[in-house]
């Protein structure tokens, strides 16, 4: 399979966000507080740095939207990154983070590249050349009944103080397991058919861009909560291998 340039650069700077990650990973680190109260590590800042440095060598032209150093540059070939998602396990030492590294290019998410260099996976796809998870190609699960379905939650603050939390009570006592791998892990999964379905209520973008890609390119599908199309302002997720995602979405919104 022919990489294009863009996936090409992107899995280079995944690279370079790896070896710096590794270098400082189980170091005492200072830890700060971002203005939403997030934590922030002179490893995140180091590894937006390295992946946003190969990037600007390779598509000089494109903007950048960084976790740490924010938004710059053209809006319409825009690259999402957030260098360590998952900061919280990474400042606690077990390795539930990853690097994410998406492409917005004419009003879409054209690649994505999310790489957990600790736990080991790395994933990646872009538009019309399928998914690839650790040099496979993997495909979401034929799963089609609820009764027989595996779940993944993460973020889910939001919809627990909401009205719809009675309806993702009556999903879980539905389906047939209900787990939390979170951040990028259950995405990996729902796209290699581990899983059939990940909810999430509480995002960002940068969290989120990269696996957009890699899931629909899976053969899954991959919303907000409400079904909506993922736009740079989302900020919930359905993610399902698109057989259950009609069905899934029904019942939180009824």
């Given at each position: ?132 998870l650790n ?31 009675l309806n ?62 993922i736009d ?23």
């Amino acid at each position: 399979m022919g990489h294009s340039k863009e996936l090409q650069a992107a899995l280079a700077a995944a690279d370079a966000a790896a070896a710096v990650i590794r270098a400082f990973y189980g170091r005492a680190l200072s830890v700060q507080r971002k203005a939403d109260q997030s934590p922030v590590t002179e490893a995140d800042v180091a590894a937006e740095k390295a992946i946003r440095a190969v990037l600007a060598e390779h598509f000089p032209q494109y903007g950048f939207y960084g976790e740490e150093t924010g938004q710059y540059g053209s809006k319409d070939c825009l690259w999402l990154v957030d260098p360590i998602d998952g900061t919280k396990a990474f400042v606690r030492g077990y390795p539930f983070f990853s690097t994410q590294i998406a492409l917005w290019r004419d009003g879409r998410l054209q690649l994505g590249v999310s790489s957990a260099p600790l736990y080991g996976d790395l994933a990646f796809a872009e538009r019309g050349q399928g998914a690839w998870l650790n040099g496979q190609r993997v495909t979401v699960s034929a799963v089609a009944e609820i009764e027989s379905a595996a779940l993944s939650a993460g973020n889910l603050k939001s919809l627990a103080s909401g009205a719809g939390w009675l309806n993702y009570g009556s999903l879980v006592a539905r389906v047939n397991r209900i787990r939390g791998y979170g951040d990028f892990l259950h995405y990996h999964l729902l796209a290699a058919g581990k899983i059939d379905a990940v909810i999430e209520s509480d995002v960002n973008i940068l969290d989120i861009a990269a696996l957009v890609t890699i899931v629909e390119e899976a053969g899954g599908q991959f919303t907000s909560l409400t079904g909506a199309p993922i736009d740079l302002t989302s900020t919930s997720v359905l993610a399902t291998n698109a057989i259950l995602h009609a069905t899934i979405q029904n019942t939180l919104t009824d």
